[in-house]
């Protein structure tokens, strides 16, 4: 009997290479990038890529698998940083993974309370419910200044890197940590999203109806997908606050980075791991792009304003764009792009 080919043995092959673009991109990313890598790469670009990237992450489980709006990103990342900040002064014989760790089950918390609304809400009437939260932790930072360790501005600053004896204080360490605590949650999150978890997400966000007629119970999984969504952000928060900005304001955290994040799902692709990764370094480059380009087009008249005007203007034709020529975002146009490289069988 002559062998048949199946839908999976034709999968095969593409798994495959996206195992070894995978391999190959942290090949690049502990092996390469620390030898030739300068201050400023770590700094300005890589460090934020990898907060904001795990930030879009944990919303994109919430928004792009499970169909749940939300615009309180920025809370959330808020509540795991001053918590894992309050957990380092408080508990200060607790190791910095366990006071990561224990900050996302705070974030995780209080994304579960704020998802009790989505058992009754949806859509946009889900996302002002949202947005209520962004605005309520917003005034508990600013009201009860023992989050701040009693600081009149609010601002903490970050405790020492250090795990297990080893400091990650340079540019370097702290993108080389960012590094690994993005990987091993993202590594998690492609676990989760094809799990028979992550199955029920896209059955919830498809049709609910349907999703309960197949025996899928639609509140746990929209609760589960907030405390999930919401772990991934405080910890992205957590990087955010101590391996990016080492020192951060509530202001740091307002409804300005809620729709960074936003736009970086949307861009990058709902629904997909990589579009969080793909979005988010469009944002980081985005402005430094367009602060070369402006520098040299209008010289000193183009100022810090004018620049902040332009990546408003620049970011809202491509977020119009995407939605209207390509809804799926970035990572479908890389798909298109890698279908067309690859030669015909």
Do not use: H
Not at 208 to 229: D, H, M, N, P, Q
């Amino acid at each position: 009997m002559a062998a048949t080919s199946t839908p999976l043995d034709k999968s095969l092959p593409c798994l495959s290479a996206k195992g070894i673009g995978v391999v190959l991109l942290l090949t690049i990313a502990y092996g390469i990038v620390p030898l030739v890598g300068s201050s400023y790469l770590y700094e300005a670009i890589l460090t934020p890529f990898l907060a904001l990237s795990l930030a879009a992450l944990g919303l994109n489980l919430l928004t792009g698998y499970a169909g749940q709006l939300s615009l309180g990103s920025s809370a959330f990342m808020a509540v795991g940083a001053y918590a894992a900040f309050n957990l380092s002064l408080r508990l200060p014989f607790l190791p910095l993974p366990a006071t990561i760790v224990l900050a996302g089950l705070v974030a995780a918390l209080a994304g579960l309370v704020a998802g009790l609304p989505a058992l009754r809400l949806r859509g946009f009437y889900l996302a002002v419910s949202t947005l209520a939260v962004q605005f309520f932790v917003a005034w508990v930072l600013n009201r009860f200044s023992w989050l701040s360790n009693d600081s009149p501005s609010g601002i903490i600053s970050a405790p020492p890197l250090v795990v297990a004896g080893l400091s990650f204080e340079d540019a370097r360490g702290r993108y080389l940590f960012s590094l690994t605590v993005v990987t091993l949650l993202t590594v998690l999150a492609w676990r989760l999203v094809t799990s028979p978890t992550g199955r029920n997400f896209v059955a919830v966000r498809d049709n609910e109806t349907a999703a309960r007629v197949i025996g899928v119970k639609v509140a746990r999984t929209k609760l589960l997908a907030f405390g999930l969504s919401s772990f991934i952000i405080g910890v992205a928060g957590v990087l955010w606050a101590f391996a990016y900005l080492r020192t951060v304001e509530p202001a740091g955290f307002n409804l300005d980075r809620s729709f960074q994040i936003l736009f970086i799902v949307i861009i990058g692709g709902l629904g997909t791991l990589r579009g969080a990764f793909l979005g988010a370094g469009l944002i980081v480059v985005l402005p430094l792009l367009l602060s070369r380009f402006g520098a040299a087009l209008l010289g000193d008249g183009f100022d810090s304003g004018t620049l902040e005007m332009c990546q408003r203007i620049v970011l809202g034709i491509l977020i119009v764009a995407f939605l209207i020529r390509e809804p799926a975002g970035l990572s479908a146009l890389l798909d298109r792009a890698v279908r067309r490289l690859r030669p015909s069988a």
